[in-house]
T-cell receptor
Framework: GESVGLHLPTLSVQEGDNSIINCAYS??????FIWYKQESGKGPQFIID?????DKRQGQRVTVLLNKTVKHLSLQIAATQPGDSAVYFC?????????FGDGTTLTVKP | NAGVMQNPRHLVRRRGQEARLRCSPM?????VYWYRQLPEEGLKFMVY????????ESGMPKERFSAEFPKEGPSILRIQQVVRGDSAAYFC???????????????FGAGSRLTVL
C-alpha cells in the first residue's frame, strides 16, 4: 500500500543555518509531492510542491528536491528563522487524495 | 475570504455520546476532505466529498463514523458512540476542484479537537 514516511522525527538547528528535512515515499504513481508546515494548534499550511516529472523546485527560502530513483524527497530551508519552528509534513498526491507522512519537528535555536 | 471554518474548535464528549464536527469550505470550493491526526502523528485521510456525494471514504472506519456534504450548509463528520480512541484532532480541507496538483492544493481549517472522557 501507499506510505509516506520521514527519516527523522526531530531536527534542531541554529538560527541562520540551513535546514534539510527528508522524506521517503513508496508510491511511484503519485502525481505531486507537497510539503506542509504545521504550527502548534493550527492546520497544515502549504509550503511548496513539486511535480513528479521534476527533480528540483525553488521557492522563497525553500527548495524541494525529488529523487525518484530512491523515492526520496527533501525540503531545504535557507537561513532558518525562529518562525520556521513547526512540524513539517511531506505528502504525496495521487488521484485527488493526499497521503501524509508522520512529520518532522523543526526547532530553531536562537 | 474567511478560509476553511471548522467548529467547534474543541469538543469534549463522554464515552458513548455522539460528536458532530462541522466544516465550511472556502468560498467557491466544492470539494471537502477530512483528516484525523492523533497526537504526535501525521494526518490520516478519512473521506473525500463533493456536494451531496461521497467520492472516497476508504479511510473511514466502517462503524460509527459517517460524513456528509449537503447541497446547502457545511460538511458534517459524525462519530457515534465515541470511545477514548476517537480522541484526536480532526482537520477539514477544501479545494476548488479535484486536487490534481499541488497548485490547487488543499486549504486546511484550524481543526476540531475531540476529547473523549
Amino acid at each position: 500500500g501507499e506510505s509516506v514516511g520521514l527519516h527523522l522525527p526531530t531536527l534542531s538547528v541554529q538560527e541562520g543555518d540551513n535546514s534539510i528535512i527528508n522524506c521517503a515515499y513508496s508510491n511511484s504513481a503519485s502525481d505531486y509531492f507537497i510539503w506542509y508546515k504545521q504550527e502548534s494548534g493550527k492546520g497544515p499550511q502549504f509550503i511548496i510542491d513539486i511535480r513528479s516529472n521534476m527533480d528540483k523546485r525553488q521557492g522563497q527560502r525553500v527548495t524541494v528536491l525529488l529523487n525518484k530513483t530512491v523515492k526520496h524527497l527533501s525540503l531545504q530551508i535557507a537561513a532558518t528563522q525562529p518562525g520556521d519552528s513547526a512540524v513539517y509534513f511531506c505528502a504525496e498526491l495521487n488521484a485527488g487524495k493526499s497521503t501524509f507522512g508522520d512529520g518532522t519537528t523543526l526547532t530553531v535555536k536562537p | 475570504n474567511a478560509g476553511v471554518m471548522q467548529n467547534p474548535r474543541h469538543l469534549v464528549r463522554r464515552r458513548g455520546q455522539e460528536a458532530r464536527l462541522r466544516c465550511s469550505p472556502m468560498k467557491g470550493h466544492s470539494h471537502v476532505y477530512w483528516y484525523r491526526q492523533l497526537p504526535e502523528e501525521g494526518l490520516k485521510f478519512m473521506v473525500y466529498l463533493q456536494k451531496e456525494n461521497i467520492i472516497d471514504e476508504s479511510g473511514m472506519p466502517k462503524e460509527r463514523f459517517s460524513a456528509e456534504f449537503p447541497k446547502e450548509g457545511p460538511s458534517i463528520l459524525r462519530i457515534q458512540q465515541v470511545v477514548r480512541g476517537d480522541s484526536a484532532a480532526y482537520f477539514c480541507a477544501s479545494s476548488p476542484r479535484l486536487a490534481r496538483s499541488g497548485a490547487n492544493v488543499l486549504t486546511f481549517g484550524a481543526g476540531s479537537r475531540l476529547t473523549v472522557l
